[in-house]
Nanobody
Framework: QVQLVESGGGLVQAGGSLRLSCAAS????????MGWFRQAPGKEREFVAT????????YYADSVKGRFTISRDNAKNTVYLQMNSLKSEDTAVYYC???????????????????WGQGTQVTVSS
């Protein structure tokens, strides 16, 4: 079982930035596709971004494209989500997810992942 631990959430004003990190306790981290999801109160978990294991090719939801950047450091077993130009509608609990295999950027649904972090709260004040 892969353990994923998110950090970096917090309270930020609209227009500000935050960087989330997700550390994975796993061998061969480059063999895992990783993703970020978010869930606001009363809403379903929503796809944010995914990144391929070895090539680091990213894919974004339209709602965050141009504002968020997903990246990974396979030497540190860590995936990041840099969030810029934050809006109040970005307020949610953000979850890191992973799945072993060469999935490219096809994993864009929560049910496609089998490893999850505990989540980190991001609150954007307007």
């Amino acid at each position: 079982q892969v353990q994923l631990v998110e950090s970096g959430g917090g309270l930020v004003q609209a227009g500000g930035s935050l960087r989330l990190s997700c550390a994975a306790s796993v061998r061969s981290f480059s063999g895992y596709a990783m993703g970020w999801f978010r869930q606001a109160p009363g809403k379903e978990r929503e796809f944010v971004a995914t990144i391929e294991g070895s090539s680091s090719t990213p894919y974004y939801a339209d709602s965050v494209k141009g504002r968020f950047t997903i990246s990974r450091d396979n030497a540190k077993n860590t995936v990041y989500l840099q969030m810029n130009s934050l809006k109040s509608e970005d307020t949610a609990v953000y979850y890191c997810a992973g799945r072993r295999g060469r999935w490219g950027t096809l994993l864009r649904k929560a049910e496609q992942y089998d490893n999850w972090g505990q989540g980190t709260q991001v609150t954007v004040s307007s």
